[in-house]
């Protein structure tokens, strides 16, 4: 990195726990860091530290070489852009904010008929690990909008990957990862629980979660070449067996006392899947349930 691109300007809109932390990234890597952000005492903490107060959309844009938005979500983006007026015109913007596959796609082509350079993008990392090497940020739309510049994105994350010039990809994998996240956590959620009905502390049963979290995420890549083949013959467990087990915990479950709504879900693929006539297949048979919705 050239002495130049070291110090190139840089914007952050939007200041919330992820902003806060993207633009503390590009201040420690040495750039002139303007912040924005609607309540504007949020910006506090980061002037102290170096960064300069936009005190308007328009002049947030003005100021940065490159605008990165970490706003609530593509709403907001929409307004914040359009409350810019033409300073955006000509800019680069990389629109790290949350939202939803059509919405990127949406905004990209908005963006293209302002004349505004727009690559959309996902943190996938918490804000305490923004800048490290842990942290990884994935980018769509344009690769040379991207290389071009890497110098400064790089900044944020240990790792930047360009997904493909369709703008809507980072989101589609920020979306599918945060289900992955949820679904994993709801389960371990409702273990907890389960044990706790017996006394069982968190902490007692935390080894046992992580082992078992452990040998689960072995079968991951079985679980994609059957997917991806269409195969599903895995001979560690049918969906025959799976019924019965989950019926057992969802019995037990509630005569523990505790809810089985974390349960439900899984439980009616399997069903569906086995009244289909493929109770003899492994679990990843359940993605064809997932693609074919009834009702």
């Known amino acids: 990195m050239t002495a130049g691109e070291n110090t190139r300007p840089v914007t952050v809109m939007g200041l919330g726990l992820m902003g806060s932390a993207l633009a503390r990234a590009?201040?420690?890597?040495?750039?002139?860091?303007?912040?924005w952000n609607?309540?504007?005492?949020?910006?506090?903490p980061l002037v102290a530290e170096g960064a300069l107060r936009a005190g308007s959309p328009a002049e947030a844009v003005a100021a940065g070489g490159v605008v990165v938005l970490s706003l609530i979500?593509?709403?907001a983006v929409r307004e914040v852009l359009d409350a810019a007026g033409d300073a955006p015109r000509g800019t680069t913007v990389v629109n790290l904010s949350s939202g939803t596959v059509r919405e990127a796609r949406e905004l990209a082509a908005w963006s293209a008929e302002r004349n505004i350079r727009y690559l959309d993008g996902s943190v996938m990392a918490v804000p305490?690990?923004?800048g490290g090497p842990e942290a990884v940020v994935v980018y769509s739309g344009s690769q040379d909008l991207l290389d071009e510049h890497r110098p400064?994105?790089?900044r944020l994350a240990g790792t930047s990957l360009h997904l493909g010039d369709d703008p809507g990809l980072a989101l589609l994998y920020e979306?599918?990862?945060a289900g992955m996240l949820w679904s994993t956590l709801g389960g371990y959620l409702h273990a907890?629980?389960?044990?706790?009905?017996?006394?069982?502390?968190?902490?007692?049963?935390?080894?046992?979660?992580?082992q078992w979290h452990t040998t689960l995420g072995a079968f991951l890549p079985v679980i994609a070449e059957e997917v991806a083949s269409g195969t599903y013959t895995t001979d560690v467990s049918t969906l025959d067996m799976n019924r019965r087990a989950i019926a057992?915990?969802?019995?037990?479950?509630?005569?523990?006392?505790i809810g089985v709504d974390v349960l439900s879900g899984m439980r009616s693929l399997i069903e569906r899947r086995v009244a289909d006539g493929h109770g003899s297949e492994s679990l990843s048979g359940l993605v064809e349930v997932i693609r074919n919705p009834r009702g």
């Open 192 to 210: 907890l629980a389960l044990v706790g009905t017996e006394k069982v502390a968190p902490a007692e049963f935390l080894a046992f979660a992580e």
């Open 152 to 154: 400064v994105l790089e």
């Open 73 to 75: 979500d593509y709403t």
């Open 38 to 44: 609607r309540t504007a005492g949020k910006a506090d």
């Open 128 to 130: 305490q690990t923004v």
């Open 248 to 257: 057992h915990l969802i019995e037990t479950s509630k005569a523990q006392g």
């Open 175 to 177: 979306n599918a990862l």
């Open 26 to 35: 590009f201040l420690t890597g040495g750039h002139a860091t303007t912040v």
